[in-house]
């Protein structure tokens, strides 16, 4: 594809995530739900305009790679951790319940074979992380008590999901189940969650040092990005989805975040600043590809509206789906509107439901009919929660300590 | 090539562009040398480390296009109008003494064909606008009499080498040379340049209405760099080189440029400090990739060092490159020293001498020695001219109103 058309498309991504961010803001509808519709009209599911392609596919990843540092960057470890234990109880409740409801439902209900219903099962496991940390922070909760829950919650899932996509890979090739394969993968994962960010905050230094003495400026757009994309290398390398470099390179940036040993290294609160303020652009330019390219990858034009079978499959599997989550957030030792929220944030699946369709679809898996109706499902979870969740929030707010307006680094400016 | 790979590739580029800026300036080089060669090192040249690959190569063209955009944002229109009769003579008799002293030399020294010998030419004539702009601001010298002089015979020259390449390209196919197209192209490019502005800065002004009233940020990072690259594409369109789109689009942004007929739409100052401070870390994450990709491309190891006919016929197409450049500078009706430092400043070859070598060698018009001695021009000239003409300043840098340290958009920060 000649680069023109490339760069055109790019600005007509751009373009139409701003104006489709606008409407939905217009509207009252969160804007992430206007950058997910741009790439819905963009696509092949609307108009056709835009193919994904190696390029536009890469760009969305820095993307949620960087969004994640973000978010990495503005957790406070120390809360997370405090909140660990009720996002584990949510992470794995949360997993468990959707596949083995998605699981039975096709197995027993609509006569799957057991390949297909473990990997339908498998597509309803993960949360989308992108989509609900967007949520969380457009209504100002992403640092509440019940955001730290989730957000602990969506990063454990999204290793689940990982490992499951690797262990029904194994299964659909070799038609057994190797557990000490996924044990190792989780092995891998823990020891890059706790090496990554000590390694991560070392080279920080560096990198605050050389901010600090250099003549020129860009140190921090150059040097830090780097840093972002090889935490995101690192984090494949290990086994762990590549989003989760940039989350813990993001962690380790952050001020909240020592060294133990009581190693002090300690870089000021100017550094902090300027990572704020200069990162924020480049931020803004590249996420919103993310969320056009998984708009663009909902391929609604694969969809056979006449056929029966599919609505009643992705109506059956969204229950389940909803179902699911929403168990998840009950069992959460919080009081029972804080729990209806945090099943509702780990509604919207998003990227990693959809890999796991492609792989479906591809490995020949899924017929078209199937892999309609977990589009399908796809959909709704991902377009229609955030809806939801904001109409709660509007409703019961009085019952959180409400911080719509609070700025974050996402939304200030 | 899997995407963590390429990710690792990215982070690999800025830390060695990072570095070797770092370095240069420590050893009183022009930063830009130190990107320049970090490419040469990364790639086949020494370390074959990295292969350029379409989602590199893409994103360097958007660094190029970007930092276009900001040169033409910090260009004041009416000087560079006022420099234009002494760019376009620079510019012309620039362009036309390398190509007839370099097709000479081949044709009747090295006694080479016809075709080769107007390919070898054509790969002299046109200077590295990026090269050139950065050295200059380094200088601190973007914005003197000199730097826009050499910045409208940049752009002329840029102009001149696609329509060259455009012909010598068809000579190539048909064995004639078609002047109709030729001046089709030069009317397009006319046209592109007299109507781009214009629209550029009605565009601008709805992107600063949609900043001043969205109630969320990153408005400059979607739609400015969406407007940026779709002016890109569409000096492609119109048969200019790309990167022009981007100047275009930067000069229509500049708070200097107004429409004609007396349109008053002014946008306020506090939006020019939004733009400036939004697109520099952006800007600055981009352009490095940019000069990294050219040191890669200039692939050294296809050079057989024990060739003497390598080296003689390399020595004498870098006279021939430099003093054809030397001899457009000293036309121009300026001090001497000032002509000088022009013709020196018009020396770097860079990105479009590039182009041309791998036209022709992909289209087999080089063969292996010839392509190896044109490569080599290329990076005497690239990586030569910056030292010198920062040692010219530092000698003589008292005849010129000296702004070494004055900040600019690129360097400030």
Known sequence: MPDYIILLELAGILVAARFGAEI?????????????CAGVLLGPSVLGLIEPNEVIRLLAEIGIILLLFEVGFETDLG???????????????????????????????????????????????????????????????????????????????????????????????????????????????????????????????????????????????????????AFAALAHVFGAPELLGGFAA?????????????????????????????????????????FVMVGLSLDLSAVDWGSAFIWFFSLALAVVAIGGKLVGGLIVNEKLHSRIVIGMAMVPRGEVGLIFAELGRVSGVFDAEVYAGVVLVIAYTTLLSPFWIRLYYRRYGALFAVRENSPSLHEAG
Chains 1, 2 share one sequence.
Do not use: W
């Open 79 to 229: 809360r997370l951790v405090r909140a660990g234990g009720k996002s584990a109880g949510l992470a794995l409740v949360g997993f468990a319940a959707p596949f083995l409801l998605g699981f039975a439902l096709c197995r027993y209900v609509f006569d799957l074979s057991l390949l297909v219903s473990m990997f339908v099962g498998g597509t309803l496991t993960a949360t989308s992380i992108g989509v609900t940390v967007r949520i969380l922070d457009e209504i100002g909760q992403g640092s509440s008590q019940e955001g730290q829950i989730v957000l602990g919650a969506a990063v454990i899932d999204d290793v689940l999901g990982v490992v499951l996509l690797a262990v029904l890979y194994e299964f659909s090739l070799t038609g057994s189940v190797g557990l000490i394969n996924a044990g190792q993968v989780l092995a891998f994962v823990g020891g890059f969650f706790v090496l990554a960010p000590m390694i991560a905050k070392l080279l920080s230094i560096g990198i605050y040092r050389m901010h600090a003495v250099s003549s020129s400026s860009g140190v921090i757009p150059t040097a830090l990005v780097a840093l972002v994309l």
């Open 24 to 36: 939905a803001d217009r509207l009252g509808a969160p804007r992430v739900i206007g950058e997910l």
């Open 250 to 290: 993001g962690i380790a940036l952050s001020r909240r975040f020592f060294l133990p040993l009581g190693i002090s290294l300690k870089v000021g609160a100017e550094f902090d600043r300027d990572v704020r303020d200069q990162m924020r652009p480049i931020i803004q330019l590249f996420t919103p590809v993310f």
